[in-house]
């Protein structure tokens, strides 16, 4: 037993004495740390622009989406919007003076047009840059229906589908 503890206190005293000289760190492993945290920082920013801009053209595509449902209620409550009448145009400013729309993404109100077809259907144009996401303006679009806004797509809205 006694031998056993001797060769316990023999082996802890090679490591003390090895570890008796380390005190911190190389200079090359903290630039080695500094490089691999650099790195890894460098991949999260590029992570997160991407995600800030897709939440950015997400909220554009749902914006089309709010402004399309406010029509389809405008269209059902305004006497004077016939399906194929003389009055069959009408714009997003009108939606918001009636109180179905409370502004959104979109630069100008009036640029919005809602359409009503000699068939009854509501279709939905605006021109290019009418929403951004960031500095990416979005593309024109015309007569989309209520299927078209529905399945309105980051890369049909904005051009370029990002990653």
Known sequence: MLSAILVEDKTE????KLMKDETGLSLVELLAVVVIIAILSGIGVIAIGNII???REDAAISDVQTAYSAAVL???T???LASGGN????TLADVNT???YNGGGFDDLDDVSFTITPEGTLTMSFPAGALSAGTKPSL???GLNQDAVS?????QLFGSATP
């Open 13 to 16: 005293n090679r490591f003390n």
């Open 53 to 55: 801009q897709n939440a």
């Open 74 to 76: 405008h269209q059902s």
């Open 78 to 80: 305004s006497d004077g």
């Open 87 to 90: 009055n069959n145009t009408f």
């Open 98 to 100: 009636a109180g179905l």
């Open 140 to 142: 024109p679009q015309t």
């Open 151 to 155: 399945s309105l797509t980051r890369a």
